[in-house]
Every structure is written in C-alpha cells, then in structure tokens.
C-alpha cells in the first residue's frame, strides 16, 4: 500500500512558477511509475507528466518546456517544477503511483494509488 500527500499548490500570476511536491509512504518508491495528472472544473482528469522510475520522463504537449518533474528516491518525493504558468494550467493536481511499469504512462486508469490533490489557481 502506498499513501501519497502533494502540497505546494496555490494561487499565483501568469508567468510565475510553482513546485509541487508528492510525499509518499511505503516501500519501493523507486520501483514505481511516478504521475502528475491536472483536473479542471468540468473537465476530465488529464495527464501532465510521469517519471518512469527515475529512467525516463515524459510530458504533455500543453506543458513541454514549462514543467519538469524529479524525483529523490532517498525521499520518497515526487516534484513538479511549474513555470510560465498560464491561466489555462488552473487545476486541481493529483500525483499517482503506478506498478506496472509497462502499462501506458498517461492512462488515469493504470494507475494504482492517487494523491488527495492539490490546487493550483493561475491568475491572468
């Protein structure tokens, strides 16, 4: 069983920047896929990025070049590093764990434990 916390969200201006960080228990963090997913009010829930066990990341179009997500094994912590944020970015986001290493990255659906979510609120 693995329990995920991410924190760091708020409200910030168009073009600033934001860290999210997912802190996560249990054991084999490094052995799992590690995502961030975004939810906008009426929208689907939408991958942002992923950290295939610290070997490969991979990111949506909408925030290729704006984003960059890390992680420290040694912390069991997940980062999302949000800048030239766009009012468009306004969501609630959800980090997620997943076992399967090969399974697709960017389905809700493959993964197997979730964050309670965390606000972010782009100004423009």
């Known amino acids: 069983q693995v329990q995920l916390v991410e924190s760091g969200g708020g409200l910030v201006q168009a073009g600033g920047s934001l860290r999210l960080s997912c802190a996560a228990s249990?054991?084999?963090?490094?052995?799992?896929?590690m995502g961030w997913f975004r939810q906008a009010p009426g929208k689907e829930r939408e991958f942002v990025s992923c950290?295939?066990?610290?070997?490969?990341?991979y990111y949506a179009d909408s925030v290729k070049g704006r984003f960059t997500i890390s992680r420290d094994n040694a912390k069991n912590t997940v980062y999302l590093q949000m800048n030239s944020l766009k009012p468009e970015d306004t969501a609630v986001y959800y980090c997620a764990a997943k076992r399967n290493y090969y399974t697709d990255y960017a389905q809700v659906s493959e993964y197997d434990y979730w964050g309670q979510g965390t606000q972010v609120t782009v100004s423009s």
């Open positions: 249990g054991r084999s963090f490094s052995s799992y896929t």
């Open positions: 950290n295939m066990r610290g070997d490969s990341t």
